[in-house]
Structure formats: structure tokens, C-alpha cells
């Protein structure tokens, strides 16, 4: 070979390469930069929207009903008043790569331009003069372009488009089109969206999105969860790219970003240099949480170094009072942090709208411990209320208002006051002791992340080294319309069990991604929604006041429990089979609802019901399955008449109060204890079920209500609260209940009068608010009805044949009518994202979501109330109802 063609080779091999890239580089983005006016937020580039059919996933997930895709996509229907052939529309569309940029019209709406390449001169002369029975064609001339608006037949505008440099320019605003004739005449530099991304490849996408941060404000709901993720958009750079991965990675759908510069945020600061780290602590994160934001690096010094100089530099009103209570001391609350931080906002429910935990890891706790007893009682000032015990826990109230925030900055805002405990390896803080509470009941009974087949694995790829991360549970943050401001995107939450959203520091440089993840289980339609018939259980006598179907809550199995005319107690847990086997003798029928609750604080539950005489906890050791059965008898002759879950035991997650026949009201705090009687000093009248707990640290209170309207707060001993009862002067249906006044953190009870009156009383017995609800009809009557584990509540508006049903705050949510007299009306609480109500109307009970859809094809044959129980592994609702003699069990399938 020749040294001449040695040489020819050599340069070929590197000029081909580097006349490649070049090539690449040069082609930039497929987006019409050029014309895009600088004041746009949102730039989209796209070969699909237009295709009848873009979809993801084996779900399905159809791209176009995506935040912002969802605006281009309907935008495109404006073409089709242009002409009335569709085929001619589809010819011109095809495989053409759309542009579609979103300038701002009001705070969260936007107006849309559409760039649409035009390839050929014939196209051109039809679009010059579009033909359509439906439109008027106008021209109007603008430095020296020849814009055309379309009006309506009554003259009313429509839209307005250009065409230039081959390209159709159309927008529903005229003004915008004028916009678009400027930004192309003007050759100056621009600092937008443009000058970011407008030499960026994106050739090997078919959807890309340019966006500047602030654009997220308008698809994100601005509800109590808002002020976080508002501080948690600042770590991710002001302007981002996305991109639609072309392959499909483990059913996932991926948009990754090519990168922009890191923004300036302090969090940013602390993690920017130190790479990510797989997340591990599953079992920690309850499955209550709606929004997980996590923060975690994995070289802990370095963190720890970036984090202490942020600090050292911070001035805050909550940190000057920790200091001034605790002094030097304070430091250890700095010194001895790790390198992870979690915020988890939980799932609303109707008493507490925003909960909050955050988990810090922290070492030292033996040593931090002494300081937070001292920083409680030194910080509070009321009396005995600042250190508590629960299940085996220190809990320390910090009356500092946003502690987390003099800590650990702005993003852990919401906590007007601190309840603090430990759980190797993080100190874990809420704003509200139910929470705090409730967050342990869940940790110790294993109703986690780790056990969720859905959230088991996220975040632990090696991956997964992005050091910030937001996972949200579509259907928790999306399941409370009441709740909701701004759109509510139905395909994502009906298709998609989670959104993640991640952002990986590379120095001075943002790597964001966001990743969709299905379902795992897909229903087919003639499954989905359909009631079926599990089986039939021959039961001629039913000798228990009403039906009892309970569940496991951690692996959701279902039971049925029976007893026969020897008082034998029976169970039913082959819901194929219907076998029944004997468990126990009880000395009667069962008289109450029936639970199934850790009581015994072992680690399994047991199941705790009373007959007229005893009340009674079985449990069952689960590799022996030896029977131990617990009885007591209340201090009265009277038959017992009602039985009733709450919450704040001292050794296990429950305690029971049950009233006899005589309306005395009697505490079951655990099987070692005998039973006591609360009302010691009062008698009560006519009391409304269920009675309510409400715990305050170091206080346990209850809330019982008459239905004279006079509302009781007792102390744990019985005693009545200073300044109750209070009179709200009126008949009520129903009891009060509690709920959180998210601006103070303090705790509020509340409740409805017959006739629709809201009342909230503060925890000094003073009536803070009186609000009439709508009353349509002189008929009209207002109760509130609870679960019956009283988890949650809603207020119900019932006539002679109609029901409403009412958000806390008395919204309409939804209204049934032709219902028949006495109709029986049940709420079904499974977490916020499993709600239902029953009605048995006649002997047929409807079920229904929270939307006021009717779940099942047929309604349920019921001679009884039914029971619900719920199997979130399959997305299953199992109805319990007696039938003809029968007991039956019926499925629907919801998702």
C-alpha cells in the first residue's frame, strides 16, 4: 500500500467521524426556534401528537392526555376547520415534526402557537384559501406578512395563521401571531428558552419538552402539599429538556434530559459534588404517603461539610429559640445528621388535611436524647404536655414553630409545632401527634413501602444515583376532588401508579428525568367493574346482630364470622370453599362491630368483638394456629350494646370503649386491665355513636356527643374538660368529631347540626365558627357518618328519597335520588384513594366512589347492612351481604 493512500485513509477515518458530529451539532433542535416569541415558558417538538394513536407502555397510557403534551394535542383540532376532508388533513400532518410553544395569557393558563412545516406549493395554495361551510376567511397585513383570520359564520374570531419560510404559523390569538412576525425579523441574542436549547440534538426523539421551571406551577395542584414541592422545583434548573426515550425500559416511560446548568439553590449546594445513593429504607416509608421527596448522597462527610457551612450562615426566628433553650447543645442536632433527608406528605383524611413526616438520618440518638426532653419541656407551655411514651417510644413535643425549617431550611416548612422520636437509623419529626402516632402503628405493623409490591424497588436501582427524588402516588395526590384546583389528568392517575422525579448533579451541570410507572396489573374489560357471585355460605339463622366480615390489613385476606345456636364461634376464610371451622365457645351471640387490630401488640392481629355480656380479643398464633381467647366483663349488670375502636393505646396500637344498654361508657385499654368505667361523674343522654378519640400528648381525650347537641370532652380519668360541655343549641344526628386547623396546628372539633349547621369549637370549649350549609329543601337533614373504624368521615345531606354527599367543609360532591324510605347509608374507608359508600335502598345495597360512579354492574341482594373489605394487591372489593339464608360474597374489580 502506498504511503500516499496510507495518509488518504488516515484523514478519512478522521474526517469522517468529526464531518459527523459536526453534522449532528449543526441540525440542532427539530423545534422553529426562530419564530418562537422569547416570552414563551413551553416549547414542544413532536412527530406523534397528531398520530391517531400514541401510546406507552403496556398500558396503554395514551402520551397525548400527558400535562402539557395534552394542551398541543387539542390545539391540533383547530386544522380541521380549515377543510372538511380529513383524509386531506391526515395527508398533510403525517410524519411531520410539529413545534408548539405556550406563552402565558393569565397566572396558570397559556396560549398556544402551533409551527407546522409545509412542504409542498399546493399545500400553500390551499391554506392561502381555506374552503369550509363553518368559516369566514380574512387577511390582514403586518410588517409585511399576510396574516389570515378565521372567523365563525357570525363573525366571531376563531384563530389567526402565517405562512412563512414554509412553514404554517397558527394560534387561537391574532395577537401572538404578530408576536411570532417580530421575534423571526429580530437578530439579537435572547436569554430563553431559545438560547438554551436551540443547538441541542434531539433528532433521536420523537417528543421532546423545553420548559422553564416555573411552567409546573399550572399542572401541579396548589393544595397544602404546594408550599413543598414549590421549594423542591427550585433545586431543579430553571431551564429543563425532556425527552421521550424511544425504547421501552421495563415498561417504564422515561423522559431523560441532555442537561442544563445546576441551579443555585441551597440544597443544591450540600449534594451537587457528591454522587447519589440508592435508596434502602422501604420499610421505613408508610403507606400512607402520597408525596416522598428524598434528599441522600453517599459520602457523608463531605455532605456534612456543605451542610454546616450553608448553616453557619443562616439566621431563623426557630433556631435562635432552640438555641435559647438549649444552648450549646443545639449543635448536636447538627454534628450528628447523616446524609439522607426524606419528607413524607401523607394521604388527607377528614381530620388531618397535612400531614407531615420527615425522617433524618442521625446518629447519636442516646446522647441527643436528654436535650429533646429538655428542649420540650423547656419550649411548651402548657403543663404535661411536652414528653410522651407510645408503644415503647420517647414522643417530645417542641412548641417551636417551623423547627424543621431553622434546621434544615425552607423545604421542610408546615410544622407549627414538632413532635419528635427516634427509629434507628432516623429521628423522625411531624407536625401533628396523630400522625406521629399513626406513622409508628404503620412502621411496627409492617404497612410499608417494603411490603408494597408497587413501591418495593423504587429507587434502588444503582442506577438511581440522582440526589434528589420526588415519588408521588397518583392515585393518593389525585383522589380528593375537593381538594384539587388544578387539572386533573384522568388517563395518568387510571394508568399510572407513580411519577418520579428525579435530578442528578454533575458539578455545575442538571441532569432532571421523569419516569411513569404502570400499573403491574392490568384488568380486561369483561373483568373490570363487573359484580360477580364468589359464593354462596347456607346460613338458615343468623344469631349476631349483623353481619361480621373482617380483614387482615397486612395482607389483606378476608374473613366471616359466625355464630351458631351453641354460641360456638365459626369462621369462614376460604371464600372459594365457604367451609367453616370452630374457633372458640362464647357465652353468647355477637351485639357489636367486630375489629381486627394488633391489641396485644405482638406483631398479629386479633380479633375483638363483645356479646351482651363480655367483650372478647381471639387470637391465633400463626405457625400453631393455637386459639388463646380473652374475655372480660364490663363493672354493670346492663347488657353490653356497642363497641368502639380508637386509637392512642398505651401498649398496643388500640383501645376499645364499649356502652351498655344504660348509655354508661366503659375503656378496654388493654386484655391485661380490666375494663373501667369513663363516666365517673357524669350520666349521659341519648349518646350519638361513634365516640371519638382525639390524643394530645400526654392527654388522651374523648369526645362524646348527645343528641341534644350538647358536646363532652373527657380527659383520660373521665373528667370533663374545662369549658364543656358545649351547647351548640341545636338537635345533632351524629357526633362531633376532631380535625387539624392547618394555619394553627392545633386541634378543632367539629361537627354538624340536624339542620346543617357546621360548628368548629377550640380545645377550650369557645365555638370558633358557625356555617349554615346549603339547605335546598325544608326536609333537609345533616349527619356525619364515620367508617367503622371512625378512620374518616363525611357529612351526609339526606330527604325523603335523596342523598348528597358533602366534602368537610359541606361542597357537594355528588347526590343519588329515588332512594326509598329508610334507606341505610355506610362509608367504607380503605386509605384516601379507597373510598366508598354503600346504600341499602329496599333490600338491595349500590355501591358507589367518591365521584358518584356506581361500582359494579348489579346491585348487591341485602336483607342486613353489608360489610366491605378491600385486597389492594388486586385492586378487589369483597362485599359481604345475607341474602335468603344465605351469606354471600361478592367481588368487584376496580382497576
Known sequence: ??????????????????????????????????????????????????????????????????????????????????????????????????SYSYHPRTNTEWAVVMYIPVDEEKDVKWLNSPQHSAIRVLHHTFQDNRITDINDTKSQPLFSYVIKDNFLILSYYGDLIEDVVRASSLSISRADLQSKFAKSDDSNYGTSIYLKNEA???????????????????????????????????????????????????????????????????????????????????????????????????????????????????????????????????????????????????????????????????????????????????????????????????????????????????????NNSQVLQNYV???ENQLTWKQSPEYDSVLTSTKSDAQLSLVVNLRKAQSRGEGLSAKSYTDLSAKIESVILQCRYDGSDAYPEITLNPKKRQTANKVLNRTFLNIDIEWPVLYDTELTALQNPIDGTSEVLLTDQENNLLRVNNLKTGKTETITKLNGPIVTSAYKVDFLNIGRQQRIFATSSSVYAIDEDDSTHVITSFSKGIPSASAITALYMIDGGEDGSNRFIVSDEMGELYVWESVMKNIRKLNVANRFDNIQSPVISLNQIGNRNYIVTQKNGKIFLLKSNGVVREGFPVDILARTESPFTWTQNPATGQSELVGVSVYGELIRISMDGKIKSQTQLLRPEPASQFKTVFDRNSLDWILVRTSANKAAFLTKDGNELFEIKNLLPNSIIQYHFFGVDNRFITIRSGNYT?????????????????????????LPSYSKLLIFSRSEKKVQVWSIKLR
Request: proline share 5%; net charge positive.
Open 441 to 443: 402503628v404503620d412502621y
Open 1 to 98: 500500500m502506498s504511503k500516499k493512500l496510507i495518509i488518504t485513509i488516515l484523514l478519512a477515518a478522521i474526517l469522517v467521524p468529526a464531518g459527523y458530529f459536526l453534522f449532528k451539532w449543526s441540525r440542532g433542535s427539530a423545534a422553529a426556534w426562530k419564530y418562537i416569541p422569547s416570552n414563551a415558558v413551553v416549547v414542544i417538538t413532536s412527530e406523534h401528537l397528531q398520530d391517531s394513536v400514541y401510546q406507552a407502555t403496556d398500558a396503554k397510557l395514551d402520551l397525548k392526555r400527558l400535562p402539557f403534551l395534552d394542551i398541543a394535542s387539542d390545539n391540533l383540532s383547530l386544522l380541521n376547520l380549515l377543510s372538511p376532508d380529513v383524509k386531506k388533513l391526515n395527508n398533510f400532518l403525517k410524519g411531520k415534526n410539529i
Open 846 to 870: 349500590t355501591i358507589f366512589d367518591m365521584t358518584g360512579k356506581r361500582l359494579g354492574d348489579k346491585p348487591i341482594p341485602s336483607e342486613l347492612k353489608v360489610q366491605l373489605t378491600y
Open 216 to 430: 409546573w406551577k399550572s399542572v401541579i395542584p396548589t393544595t397544602n402539599h404546594g408550599s413543598n414541592f414549590s421549594e423542591f422545583a427550585q433545586a431543579f434548573p430553571k431551564y429543563q429538556d425532556y425527552h421521550a426515550e424511544t425504547k421501552d425500559t421495563d415498561n417504564k416511560l422515561q423522559l431523560v434530559s441532555n442537561g442544563t446548568d445546576s441551579p443555585g439553590y441551597y440544597i443544591t449546594n450540600w449534594v451537587k459534588d457528591n454522587s447519589g445513593l440508592p435508596f434502602k429504607g422501604h420499610k421505613h416509608i408508610s403507606q400512607q404517603t402520597s408525596y416522598f421527596y428524598r434528599f441522600a448522597v453517599k459520602e457523608k462527610a463531605d455532605f456534612q461539610k456543605q451542610f454546616l457551612k450553608w448553616h453557619k450562615k443562616q439566621k431563623s426566628e426557630a433556631w435562635q429559640k432552640l438555641v435559647y433553650h438549649v444552648g450549646k447543645e443545639s449543635t448536636l442536632l447538627l454534628e450528628n445528621l447523616g446524609s439522607e433527608l426524606i419528607l413524607c406528605q401523607l394521604e388527607e383524611n377528614n381530620s388531618i388535611s397535612d400531614g407531615k413526616i420527615l425522617l433524618a438520618e442521625f446518629s447519636n440518638y442516646d446522647k441527643l436524647r436528654p436535650v429533646l426532653k429538655k428542649l420540650a419541656q423547656l419550649s411548651t407551655p402548657e403543663s404535661n404536655v411536652s414528653t410522651d411514651q407510645f408503644q415503647g417510644y420517647d414522643i417530645y413535643s417542641v412548641a417551636i414553630p417551623e423547627l424543621p425549617s431553622g434546621i434544615y431550611g425552607p423545604m421542610f416548612s408546615g410544622f407549627p409545632r414538632t413532635y419528635v422520636t427516634y427509629i434507628a437509623p432516623y429521628l423522625v419529626m411531624s
